[in-house]
């Protein structure tokens, strides 16, 4: 989201490549002014043979599988409640299903559309075309933490969390080059969002915004 909230914030990235890494895309590119207004929502490369992430293609869900080099560290803690903890699963799969479409270079990957809708899956679909035009992806770990999960009455809910980005880089295709980037403040970001259940059962982003180097977030 804007991670790019949003989804679309740079890491210090070589000058060739204007990229932000981030798990998802966001339907905002420009970092939210206040981040403790997000804070607030509280209130060369092939498939690897044997993929770091895949997820079974039940009931109908896309099969999320990803090379070898890109993995995650969700720490998201289960709720006891089966809607949270659905609703958790479901933005851990759009997640990852962002990262496969920008390994195989498709912005209208079916996958993330799966899990997202309106202004997030437009905001995903012009985060991976980024990453299309400059002939790159994502490698490297990628770690979520410190959730919150607000389920309303009327179907929809927010979520928030925080991304680490400090071990995750760019790679460019052509060259096989890994963008090593330093640890800043910026490689830490807060994502807030809006979902809803749609007749599938499938939690769905509808909203998602971020902002880059949150307190909120910072080790």
């Not at 109908?60 to 998201?76: A, H, M, N, Q």
């Not at 490689?187 to 969002?193: K, P």
Request: net charge negative; glycine share 6%.
């Amino acid at each position: 989201m804007n991670r790019r909230p949003t989804l679309l914030a740079a890491l210090a990235l070589t000058a060739a490549a204007a990229l932000t890494l981030s798990a998802c895309g966001s339907d905002d590119e420009s970092p939210a002014k206040d981040s403790d207004a997000i804070a607030g929502a509280d209130t060369g490369d092939e498939k690897s043979a044997s993929p770091s992430e895949s997820a079974p293609a039940a009931e109908g869900r896309p099969k999320i599988e990803l090379p070898s080099d890109v993995t995650y560290k969700f720490e998201w803690e289960k709720t006891g409640d089966a809607d949270e903890d659905a609703l958790l699963s479901d933005a851990e799969q759009r997640i990852k299903a962002v990262d496969m479409a920008i390994a195989e270079q498709d912005p209208l990957h079916e996958a993330y559309r799966f899990y997202s809708e309106g202004a997030a899956a437009a905001g995903s679909q012009k985060y991976i075309q980024d990453f299309v035009d400059h002939k790159a992806r994502t490698t490297g770990l990628t770690r979520f933490y410190s959730e919150s999960v607000a389920i309303k009455d009327d179907g929809t809910a927010s979520l928030v969390y925080c991304e680490d980005q400090s071990k995750a880089f760019n790679k460019f295709l052509e060259t096989g080059k890994t963008d090593v980037t330093s640890v800043s403040k910026d490689s830490y970001v807060v994502y807030a969002g809006t979902l809803r259940k749609n007749k599938d059962g499938v939690w769905v982003t509808e909203r998602l915004i971020s902002q880059r180097g949150s307190a909120k977030c910072q080790p």
